[in-house]
């Protein structure tokens, strides 16, 4: 009994805030800068809606229903080109496939939380707020604080995103056609993928998506881009197994 | 409509990616694991490739330069913001100096 009081005491005398309140503080101040960078992004997918068919409303809703920034490009573009429901579907889980391997690294930390809760922090699961969470659980801290961390952190960026959407939205329609300011979505892409691909491998599954969606350019519902990622997955996956076949004998 | 019916889709499916390992009781096979290395950068550059070719705007040569120049951009610099910058530039000065 003493012993719990003597280790509680120093820790309650050092924060005059609860943990939970310097977790979220800690969060937000991670996200910032990180937001920051993202904000263009976030400018250009509201400035595409406003260069393409979609309804405004329904263009800037991306940004909360799926709020995932590839895709919700990938959506845009792709309802402006006319692409069937189940192709932009399947754009969709293609981009961001990868937000499995989150909830399962995320997963083995978040057991003992509420499922309610589980399922809050589901919806605001993005790479940025991946890899800070995933970093502050590295590090010592108790599970209000890291939790916390978790929801400041990612409410900051959800917060943000929808602003710097919205923003591109209202302003982008000002912007004159001459400026051709829908490339800037291609560019952001670039970027991001550039971010993502790190291995040889990886950039050589984006050489082929690349190429593969540029000769099928011609199908129709746009197509073009799911059969090139699948080309750029099926051909990056056979390399790797031949490779990995072939350090075993 | 389509356009409405197409994002609430297209929501939902992000949201069970996000949900299904956190909410479910699930392990996913290893072959699935690897191949989720390369899915986003394939469905990426899949996305962004055909931009050289279709839409309006600007013609084919500049819109090629100028997404070469944001691949370059984009491994030296690693942000989206300098990419896009860049990439912009490239594309308005090629427009107007290319035949």
Redo the contacts between chains.
């Keep these: 009994m003493a012993v719990t009081t003597t280790t509680v005491a120093p820790t309650a005398a050092a924060a005059t805030r609860p943990a939970w309140m310097r977790g979220a503080g800690e969060g937000m101040r991670a996200m910032a800068p990180v937001l920051a960078?993202?904000?263009?992004?976030g400018f250009?997918i509201g400035a595409t809606v406003a260069t393409t068919s979609?309804?405004s409303l329904?263009g800037w809703?991306?940004s909360w229903?799926?709020?995932?920034g590839?895709?919700q490009?990938?959506?845009i573009?792709?309802?402006d080109g006319g692409?069937a429901?189940l192709v932009?579907?399947a754009?969709?889980?293609?981009?961001?496939?990868?937000?499995?391997?989150?909830?399962?690294g995320?997963?083995q930390h978040?057991r003992d939380e509420p499922?309610r809760w589980?399922?809050m922090?589901?919806?605001l699961?993005v790479d940025p707020t991946y890899v800070l969470t995933l970093g502050r659980y590295a590090r010592p801290g108790s599970r209000s604080e890291r939790r916390a961390y978790f929801m400041g952190a990612a409410l900051t960026l959800w917060v943000g995103w929808q602003v710097v959407t919205a923003a591109g939205v209202l302003v982008g329609a000002g912007v004159p056609?001459?400026?051709?300011l829908?490339?800037?979505?291609?560019?952001?892409?670039?970027?991001?993928?550039?971010?993502?691909?790190d291995?040889g491998?990886?950039?050589g599954?984006?050489?082929?998506?690349?190429?593969?969606?540029?000769g099928a350019?011609a199908l129709p519902l746009q197509l073009?881009?799911?059969?090139?990622?699948?080309?750029?997955?099926a051909v990056?996956?056979t390399l790797?197994r031949s490779r990995r076949n072939g350090e075993v004998r | 409509m389509?356009?409405?019916?197409?994002?609430?889709?297209?929501?939902i499916?992000?949201?069970s990616?996000?949900?299904?390992?956190?909410?479910g009781r699930f392990r996913?096979p290893v072959t699935i694991?690897?191949?989720?290395?390369?899915?986003?950068?394939?469905?990426?550059?899949?996305?962004?490739?055909?931009?050289?070719?279709?839409?309006?705007?600007?013609a084919v040569a500049p819109?090629a330069l100028?997404?070469a120049a944001?691949?370059v951009v984009?491994?030296r610099s690693?942000?989206?913001?300098?990419?896009?910058a860049v990439?912009?530039a490239v594309?308005?000065i090629a427009?107007a100096a290319l035949p």
């Design positions: 960078g993202l904000a263009p992004f250009v979609m309804p329904a809703a991306t229903l799926i709020y995932a590839s895709a490009l990938a959506v573009q792709l309802i692409a429901v932009v579907v754009t969709t889980i293609a981009l961001n496939a990868r937000f499995i391997a989150y909830g399962a995320l997963a978040w499922r589980r399922a922090a589901a919806y699961l056609d001459g400026l051709a829908e490339f800037a979505a291609p560019l952001c892409l670039v970027g991001l993928l550039v971010r993502q691909a291995a491998d990886q950039r599954a984006a050489a082929v998506a690349a190429a593969v969606s540029l350019i073009g881009a799911l059969v090139g990622a699948l080309a750029g997955v990056a996956c790797g | 389509t356009a409405w019916l197409a994002v609430v889709a297209a929501g499916s992000v949201y990616l996000r949900a299904v390992l956190l909410l996913t694991e690897r191949a989720l290395v390369y899915v986003a950068p394939a469905a990426l550059a899949a996305l962004a490739a055909p931009a050289v070719l279709s839409g309006g705007g600007a819109r100028a997404l944001g691949v984009a491994h690693r942000s989206i913001g300098a990419t896009v990439g912009m594309l308005w427009t």
